[in-house]
């Protein structure tokens, strides 16, 4: 089972493709796109910052 620190940085890199995707649909000005990725990086967020920890920490 993956620890914290690993999923964290899987979600931090699904952060950074919401962000080059975000470019492109702010580019070609693609509205649902734009909703969707907020309502996307809004459950990621909720995931990376929620307490307690993702993973329990080893003892």
């Known amino acids: ?3 914290e620190k690993e999923i964290n940085v899987n979600l931090f890199e699904r952060l ?3 962000d080059r995707i975000e470019r ?3 580019r070609e000005n693609c509205e649902p796109v734009l909703q969707e990725i907020e309502f996307e ?3 990621i967020e909720r ?4 307490k307690p920890p993702l993973a ?3 003892k």
Do not use: T, W
């Open 1 to 3: 089972m993956p620890g």
């Open 16 to 18: 950074d493709l919401l």
């Open 24 to 26: 492109v649909a702010k």
């Open 41 to 43: 990086r809004k459950l």
């Open 47 to 50: 995931k990376l910052y929620q």
């Open 56 to 58: 329990d920490s080893e």
